[in-house]
Nanobody, 123 residues
Framework: VQLQASGGGLVQAGGSLTPSCTASGSILDYYGVGWFRQAPGKEREGVSC????????YYTDSVKGRFTISRDNAKNTVYLQMNSLKPEDTAVYYC?????????????????WGPGTLVTVSS
């Protein structure tokens, strides 16, 4: 099963985007799904993660209050609503899944990575 991120694009600072992460199979096969991003010259970081079973969520400090992660189990899709976007949010955004417990929003505990989607925020 592979996860496919889509819905990135170019937006002005202060704007919004809602990328989607769709699984080729059932996301109920996983304990958690996370969004990660990598900006040019920087390491990949965990942005937000959600427990598929319980719905509990995690956000990195820099996006708290601006981003919201949600899931639609029937559509095998996890969304990342991004509001009040800043130029420093510019990155390639990836999604991946994990069956590790306890669940942590770290990339090395996730697998099934698909191609990312580019988000560019202009100032």
């Amino acid at each position: 099963v592979q996860l496919q991120a889509s819905g990135g694009g170019l937006v002005q600072a202060g704007g919004s985007l809602t990328p989607s992460c769709t699984a080729s199979g059932s996301i109920l096969d996983y304990y958690g799904v996370g969004w990660f991003r990598q900006a040019p010259g920087k390491e990949r970081e965990g942005v937000s993660c959600i427990s598929i079973t319980h719905g509990s969520t995690y956000y990195t400090d820099s996006v708290k209050g601006r981003f919201t992660i949600s899931r639609d189990n029937a559509k095998n899709t996890v969304y990342l609503q991004m509001n009040s976007l800043k130029p420093e949010d510019t990155a390639v955004y990836y999604c991946a899944a994990s069956n590790n417990r306890p669940y942590h929003c770290v990339d090395y505990e996730h697998s099934n990575w698909g191609p990312g989607t580019l988000v560019t925020v202009s100032s």
